[in-house]
């Protein structure tokens, strides 16, 4: 079992920046992809952002050039860092564990933008 718990949530108003952190422990391992995926109040989780053990990433269209994420696999964390945040980015935010067909999640962090 692998237990993510995620933490820097928040109001924030538009075009400002947030950072979204996500601790794992459990039974880990560095081979997990690690991600970030949205969901916004009548709609479907999306994903917003992956990255895999060797670094390489993968965006939405929707967040390219505004969020960037990263880890540190000796820390076991995964930190999405959200900059010129606009209104629509506003969704409970999940961090996701993935190691092929086993998918672990947290209990979600709410992001809010607005003035």
């Known amino acids: 079992q692998v237990q993510l718990v995620e933490s820097g949530g928040g109001l924030v108003q538009p075009g400002g920046p947030l950072r979204l952190s996500c601790a794992a422990s459990?039974?880990?391992?560095?081979?997990?992809?690690m991600g970030w995926y949205r969901q916004a109040p009548g709609k479907q989780r999306e994903l917003v952002a992956y990255i895999t053990s060797g670094g390489s990433t993968n965006y939405d269209d929707s967040v390219k050039g505004r969020f960037t994420i990263s880890r540190d696999n000796a820390k076991n964390t995964v930190v999405l860092q959200m900059n010129s945040l606009k209104p629509e980015d506003t969704a409970v935010y999940y961090c996701?564990?993935?190691?092929?067909?086993?998918?672990?999640w947290g209990q979600g962090t709410q992001v809010t933008v607005s003035s």
């Open positions: 996701n564990c993935r190691l092929g067909p086993i998918n672990y």
């Open positions: 459990g039974s880990i391992s560095s081979r997990y992809v």
